[in-house]
C-alpha cells in the first residue's frame, strides 16, 4: 500500500535535490560577480589610492633626490622652484639649517652652485658640518664632490649677477643654485627692487630648470632708507609682504625652539586636513647638522 503521508515530503526533498544540483557559490567580493549591466562598485581603498598616487607623482616629477628620505619627502629640491626659507626671527640658525640640507644634496652627487660675498663664513660652516656629520676632520670629504663657489660683492645686484652666470650655470649643469644670507644682498637695494629680485628668481629658476635655494632672516643693520622696504625700518622681515610677493610653494617660514626648527611645508599637501604639512627639524648642535626630520602627515 502507498504511503500518501510521506507524499509531500518526498516530493520537497527531491525539488530540493533537483535545486541544489543547480545551485552556484558566489564570490561576492569579486568584481566578477556582478552583471555587466549593473553600476560599477569599487572597494574605497582603491579610490584612496587612486587620489593619492597623483599627488605623490605631481609632487616627485622634478624631484632632484638626495639620497635622504627624510630630505626627499620635504620636496625641497625641485627643479624649476626657488625655494625660500625666511624668518622674521633675529640671531637664529637658518643658514645653518639649510646648510646641512645643501650638503645632504651634495653627498647624493648633485651639483651645486653657492653665491656668496662671505667664503669665509661658508667655508667655516661647511667644515663644521662636514666633521661633526662624520665625527672626524675629513677634510677630503670634498674633494671628488661637484660642490662650486662663486664670491659676488656684498653690492652686487644679484639679477644681474645670475643672468651673466646663465650660461655657466647651464654648461656646469647646476642642479641647485644656493644663495644663503640673501638679506645682506637685500639691504642694499631699494624696496621695489628687493620684491622683484625674489621674483626674478623664482622665473629664473623655472627659466634653466635648476632649483635656488635661499635664506632670508631679520637682519642688525643701522641705517635708514627713504622708502618702506621689505625689511621693518628696525630691518625684521616683513613676512606679509613676502606673502604677497611669492606664491606659498615658495616659501618655508620657519620658527625656532629649543633645538626644533619648525615650518610648513605647502609643497606637500595634507590631503586629509587639507593644509599644507608641518614639519620639524630637530638639531642637537645647533643646526650644523640635523637629527631628524618629522612631517605630518607622512606620505603613503
Known amino acids: 500500500m502507498k504511503d500518501t503521508k510521506n507524499e509531500p ?4 526533498a527531491k525539488n530540493f535535490i533537483d535545486d541544489c544540483n543547480n545551485f552556484e557559490i558566489k564570490n561576492l567580493d569579486s568584481a566578477k560577480s556582478g552583471q555587466n549591466n549593473s553600476p ?24 632632484i633626490k638626495t639620497g635622504n628620505k627624510d630630505l626627499d619627502e620635504l620636496c625641497i629640491f625641485e627643479k624649476g622652484m626657488f625655494k625660500l626659507f625666511c624668518t622674521d626671527e633675529f640671531n637664529v640658525p637658518l643658514a645653518r639649517m639649510v646648510n646641512s640640507f645643501v ?5 647624493g652627487g648633485k651639483r651645486v652652485l653657492i653665491i656668496s660675498p662671505y667664503p669665509n663664513i661658508i667655508v667655516r660652516n661647511f667644515l663644521k658640518a662636514i666633521v661633526r656629520k662624520d665625527h672626524q676632520n675629513n677634510l677630503s670629504w670634498f674633494d671628488d664632490k661637484k660642490l ?10 644679484i639679477v644681474d649677477l645670475a643672468e651673466n652666470l646663465r650660461a655657466r650655470i647651464i654648461d656646469l649643469n647646476i642642479d641647485v643654485l644656493y644663495i644663503p ?10 624696496a621695489d627692487l628687493q620684491i622683484s629680485t625674489l621674483e626674478h628668481l623664482y622665473n629664473f629658476a623655472f627659466d634653466t630648470n635648476i632649483c635656488i635655494v635661499s635664506t632670508l632672516a631679520s637682519f642688525d ?3 635708514w632708507k627713504n622708502e618702506p622696504p621689505l625689511f621693518y625700518p628696525q630691518h625684521k622681515l616683513d613676512i606679509e609682504v ?11 617660514i620657519t620658527s625656532f ?11 606637500v599637501w595634507d590631503s586629509i586636513n587639507d593644509t599644507p604639512s608641518k614639519v620639524s627639524v630637530q638639531s642637537f648642535d645647533d643646526f650644523y647638522t640635523f637629527d631628524s626630520i618629522s612631517i605630518k602627515p607622512r606620505l603613503v
Do not use: R, T
Request: charged letters at 25%.
Open 242 to 252: 613676502l606673502k604677497k610677493s611669492l606664491p606659498a610653494e615658495a616659501m618655508y
Open 257 to 267: 625652539a629649543n633645538n626644533m626648527a619648525s615650518f610648513d611645508d605647502w609643497s
Open 103 to 107: 650638503i645632504e644634496a651634495v653627498a
Open 40 to 63: 560599477d562598485i569599487s572597494l574605497f581603498s582603491d579610490f584612496i589610492k587612486e587620489y593619492l598616487n597623483p599627488i605623490e607623482e605631481e609632487q616627485n616629477q622634478n624631484l
Open 221 to 223: 643693520y643701522h641705517g
Open 181 to 190: 644670507y640673501l638679506e645682506d644682498l637685500l639691504q642694499n637695494y631699494f
Open 148 to 157: 662650486y663657489f662663486y664670491e659676488c660683492m656684498p653690492d652686487d645686484n
Open 9 to 12: 515530503v518526498i516530493e520537497f
